[in-house]
Nanobody, 122 residues
């Protein structure tokens, strides 16, 4: 029902910032929660943050709380992950996903972007 395309990944020095975008197609995008996940080499995919359909309910993993911000613009069919004060341990492939409710579990999301690489150097 919805298709997602990520952009904005890249290479950044520690302490820097990146903004990831998740562009969605579909007339019912506003009905979906947006989740963000990341996966480092050799590790399981882990929850980063999520935002509800209206944008008023946000959730964050402890590891990124205070540094990352999730947002959305339903009129433009986009979601965003603003990443500040980046650390080398933030290096991973980042994914956006859409589901009917925000959740820490990847299994609760039905649609996924292709992933974008974020590399943070020391």
């Amino acid at each position: 029902q919805v298709q997602l395309v990520e952009s904005g990944g890249g290479l950044v020095q520690a302490g820097g910032s990146l903004r990831l975008s998740c562009a969605a197609s579909g007339r019912t995008f506003s009905s979906y929660a947006i989740g963000w996940f990341r996966q480092a080499p050799g590790k399981e995919r882990e929850f980063v943050g999520a935002i509800g359909w209206g944008g008023g309910s946000t959730h964050y993993a402890d590891s990124v709380k205070g540094r990352f911000t999730v947002s959305r613009d339903n009129a433009k069919n986009t979601g965003a992950l603003q990443m500040n004060s980046l650390k080398p341990e933030d290096t991973a492939v980042y994914y956006c996903a859409a589901g009917f409710a925000p959740s820490w579990s990847p299994q609760q999301y039905n649609y996924w972007g292709q992933g974008t690489q974020v590399t943070v150097s020391s």
